[in-house]
DNA sequence: AACTTATGTAAGAAAATATCACATAAAATA
DNA sequence: TATTTTATGTGATATTTTCTTACATAAGTT
């Protein structure tokens, strides 16, 4: 691992940090932690301490949820090694419909459930906090 | 001001990350605050949130206190606007003996007093956190 | 010797975070 | 449609972290 990595797994941030940067409340920062999603550190006191890269997961989770994928379908996103896969197609489509992420989700790793088709919202331009 | 140095103003640690980050006791950073060499921001609960920025200065200073330079010669370096006499001085010459750093004191700016020329530590690669 | 500097330490108050439990709208499923 | 699950809110209570203020002190300065 490089420095860069490094730097970007260090846990230095408690969980009100946390809160402001991505702008989700404690209980859902919690919750996706306790869905596997990210994996703060603990500090000597029991308190959770998140690195930058947990925030850009948050921050990823929020982009997905918005696109309407449900956690289930996004645990199955980051289940791809290294969320390799759709990395690069956010990276070459920048932006996805709905009906991409259907697509992308029943080919590659068979049907997930919970896309309903009706959220309008796109934001996959990866433009992230302390890039 | 770039999207960069944005970053790296962004309040974001509380004191206990950077006592980590810098090795320093919670005493000394608030000291530093108040001689005037950092300017934390305070949350809305009042707790002193840091910089990236901030936590530079921290290291710089304990790089400074270990040649041997005292707070008022530190604080005197720091006068030099956006401190750019020193950053030269750091990315040119990369190492400073004590008495460079009297001579530069002393010609530059006057006396500053406090400097016994026996610590023998040199540490001016700028190989500090986050870079 | 007396004063100043830079830092340690202690006490009490306030803020942040932890866990656990219960509530619930919306979505999924039977 | 009735039932269950999902994703999140809220409240209570305990623990940790940080704040301010005050006093202590070794080492350096005058």
Same mark, same amino acid.
């Given at each position: 691992?490089?420095?860069?990595?490094?730097?970007?797994?260090?846990?230095?941030?408690? %969980?009100?940090?946390?809160?402001?940067?991505?702008?989700?409340? =404690?209980?859902?920062? @919690?919750? &996706? !932690?306790?869905?596997?999603?990210?994996?703060?550190?603990?500090?000597?006191?029991?308190?959770?301490?998140?690195?930058?890269?947990?925030?850009?997961?948050?921050?990823? %989770?929020?982009?997905?949820?918005?696109?309407?994928?449900?956690? =289930?379908?996004?645990? @199955?996103? &980051? !289940?791809?090694?290294?969320?390799?896969?759709?990395?690069?197609?956010?990276?070459?489509?920048?932006?996805?419909?709905?009906?991409?992420?259907?697509?992308?989700?029943?080919?590659?790793?068979?049907?997930?459930?919970?896309?309903?088709?009706?959220?309008?919202?796109?934001?996959?331009?990866?433009?992230?906090?302390?890039?």
């Amino acid at each position: 691992m490089g420095e860069k990595e490094l730097r970007r797994s260090l846990s230095v941030f408690p %969980i009100g940090t946390v809160m402001k940067l991505t702008d989700l409340t =404690a209980r859902k920062i @919690r919750y &996706y !932690e306790e869905q596997g999603l990210i994996h703060p550190e603990r500090n000597e006191g029991n308190r959770r301490m998140y690195s930058l890269n947990d925030v850009d997961v948050l921050l990823e %989770i929020k982009d997905y949820l918005t696109e309407g994928v449900n956690m =289930a379908g996004i645990k @199955r996103l &980051y !289940e791809l090694k290294e969320h390799e896969k759709a990395d690069r197609l956010k990276a070459t489509q920048h932006v996805l419909t709905d009906d991409d992420v259907r697509r992308i989700l029943r080919s590659e790793f068979q049907a997930v459930g919970g896309l309903d088709g009706d959220n309008p919202y796109q934001n996959f331009d990866g433009s992230h906090i302390f890039r």
